[in-house]
């Protein structure tokens, strides 16, 4: 069996982002990778100014903590004062540029008007409270790197050096197919009743839950039939239009399980026994493009990842091995492996497994671990409990206290 480390380097060894790039407004490019070096034309600030409502005054008037000064002038944010002149001081407000003469800022509460007057309780030092021209970005200098994915905070950092567009790698296209006769979806059961043997369709909404998080485009062809040329069908189709092709279920060699043929008559397929609980089976290769396809790549293929039906194995593999794939995919260049923190064990797991295992656990109100009772790799109930998975490497029993790996469900979704 391969284990977790080298199934994920074989997969992102063998990813090529997507080539194609477009130029979007920053006010719409939130989870957009960015395609380009980004630098500033500006300074940042533009000029020197205060972080503080107070009074700009010259320090070497002010050393005696309480000097009396004249208020020449009111400067708020957006405008330009007049240099200041000796004996005087300059009521200003937070952003405001600093007059020309100044070199300090005294906060208001330091301060005590008096008719046209203030006095200065503080013996402030040259700088105090001023921030420099170019303190935080200077002209000239990358802001954003290629290949960063864009959140909140890099968008605002862009609009403040005034980019108003950005240039981004396109979405990726996700095709998604579910297998197996008794799928049913929520909804399609005869009077709310299902069949003998029938179960509801739930990693249809988990995966597709997932990737409307990274933000791909995708097409879902549903449901397909237990048939070998359905199957093959559906994944020409799929690999028409699409970058990656992502299935649940049928990656066993049981009669009834077509993808694999499926999948080698119309590409490559490699089959993966991974020691990794829950989630051994796993499916990866590609699926040839016919002639026509709107999609260029350097593989002239879709890739292909066929994820286990089980519920919790499907969504345990997504975010173990999809995620980092689909990231680097989108052209992200940077670490694509989720934060762990070290955190401590409230419970206890005495047998050993010969896996490595993702144990579904939340945080307590001491700041420690709880382990959910049932670790099935059907029951999804555990995966709404938990705040995120314990990664314990095989062989490796843990006692109540131990230290563990913790991995929140936070970083494994975005």
Same mark, same amino acid.
């Given at each position: 069996?391969?284990?977790?480390?080298?199934?994920?380097?074989?997969?992102?060894?063998?990813?090529?982002?997507?080539?194609?790039?477009?130029?979007?407004?920053?006010?719409?490019?939130?989870?957009?990778?960015?395609?380009?070096?980004?630098?500033?034309?500006?300074?940042?600030?533009?000029?020197?100014?205060?972080?503080?409502?107070?009074?700009?005054?010259?320090?070497?008037?002010?050393?005696?903590?309480?000097?009396?000064?004249?208020?020449?002038?009111?400067?708020?944010?957006?405008?330009?004062?007049?240099?200041?002149?000796?004996?005087?001081?300059?009521?200003?407000?937070?952003?405001?540029?600093?007059?020309?003469?100044?070199?300090?800022?005294?906060?208001?509460?330091?301060?005590?008007?008096?008719?046209?007057?203030?006095?200065?309780?503080?013996?402030?030092?040259?700088?105090?409270?001023?921030?420099?021209?170019?303190?935080?970005?200077?002209?000239?200098?990358?802001i954003l790197a290629a290949g960063t994915r864009l959140r909140s905070q890099e968008l605002g950092?862009?609009? +403040?050096?005034?980019?108003?567009?950005?240039?981004?790698?396109?979405?990726?296209?996700?095709?998604?197919?579910?297998?197996?006769?008794?799928?049913?979806?929520?909804?399609?059961?005869?009077?709310?009743?299902?069949?003998?043997?029938?179960?509801?369709?739930?990693?249809?909404?988990?995966?597709?839950?997932?990737?409307?998080?990274?933000?791909?485009?995708?097409?879902?062809?549903?449901?397909?039939?237990?048939?070998?040329?359905a199957t093959r069908a559906t994944l020409r189709a799929a690999a028409r239009e699409h970058d990656?092709?992502?299935?649940?279920?049928?990656?066993?060699?049981?009669?009834?399980?077509?993808?694999?043929?499926?999948?080698?008559?119309?590409?490559?397929?490699?089959?993966?026994?991974?020691?990794?609980?829950?989630?051994?089976?796993l499916a990866f290769g590609n699926v040839h493009r016919e002639n026509g396809s709107s999609v260029?790549?350097?593989?002239?293929?879709?890739?292909?990842?066929?994820?286990?039906?089980?519920?919790? +194995?499907?969504?345990?593999?997504?975010?173990?091995?999809?995620?980092?794939?689909?990231?680097?995919?989108?052209?992200?260049?940077?670490?694509?492996?989720?934060?762990?923190?070290?955190?401590?064990?409230?419970?206890?797991?005495?047998?050993?497994?010969?896996?490595?295992?993702?144990?579904?656990?939340?945080?307590?109100?001491?700041?420690?671990?709880?382990?959910?009772?049932?670790?099935? +790799?059907?029951?999804?109930?555990?995966?709404?409990?938990?705040?995120?998975?314990?990664?314990?490497?095989?062989?490796?029993?843990?006692?109540?206290?131990?230290?563990?790996?913790?991995?929140?469900?936070?970083?494994?979704?975005?």
């Open positions: 069996m391969l284990t977790v480390r080298e199934a994920l380097d074989t997969l992102l060894a063998a990813v090529h982002p997507v080539a194609d790039t477009e130029q979007i407004a920053t006010l719409e490019a939130n989870g957009r990778v960015l395609a380009q070096d980004q630098a500033s034309t500006i300074d940042v600030p533009s000029a020197d100014n205060t972080q503080m409502d107070g009074y700009a005054v010259r320090a070497l008037e002010c050393i005696n903590g309480g000097a009396v000064l004249r208020v020449a002038q009111r400067i708020p944010a957006g405008t330009v004062g007049e240099p200041l002149e000796p004996g005087t001081a300059a009521r200003i407000f937070t952003g405001a540029m600093i007059p020309q003469g100044a070199d300090a800022v005294v906060m208001q509460e330091q301060c005590e008007a008096q008719g046209e007057n203030v006095v200065i309780r503080h013996t402030p030092k040259a700088g105090e409270w001023i921030r420099r021209t170019g303190e935080d970005i200077v002209a000239g200098s990358t950092l862009a609009a +403040s050096v005034g980019l108003a567009t950005l240039p981004v790698c396109r979405r990726v296209r996700v095709a998604v197919f579910f297998t197996g006769d008794e799928l049913t979806m929520p909804g399609e059961a005869p009077n709310g009743q299902l069949a003998p043997g029938a179960i509801y369709n739930s990693n249809r909404f988990t995966l597709r839950g997932l990737l409307e998080n990274f933000g791909c485009q995708i097409t879902d062809f549903g449901i397909v039939p237990d048939s070998l040329d990656l092709i992502i299935t649940s279920g049928g990656v066993s060699v049981g009669e009834e399980d077509h993808i694999k043929p499926a999948v080698e008559a119309e590409g490559q397929l490699n089959m993966w026994q991974i020691a990794v609980k829950p989630g051994k089976p260029s790549s350097p593989t002239g293929a879709a890739y292909f990842i066929g994820l286990p039906g089980n519920p919790v +194995s499907s969504f345990i593999t997504f975010l173990l091995f999809v995620r980092p794939f689909l990231l680097r995919l989108q052209g992200v260049s940077g670490p694509v492996e989720p934060r762990a923190y070290q955190m401590r064990a409230d419970f206890s797991l005495p047998k050993a497994d010969r896996r490595n295992e993702f144990l579904r656990v939340r945080v307590n109100a001491g700041g420690g671990l709880e382990l959910f009772t049932n670790q099935g +790799s059907g029951v999804l109930t555990s995966t709404v409990w938990g705040d995120g998975l314990v990664d314990n490497p095989p062989g490796r029993v843990i006692n109540e206290g131990d230290i563990v790996r913790f991995i929140p469900f936070a970083e494994l979704q975005h």
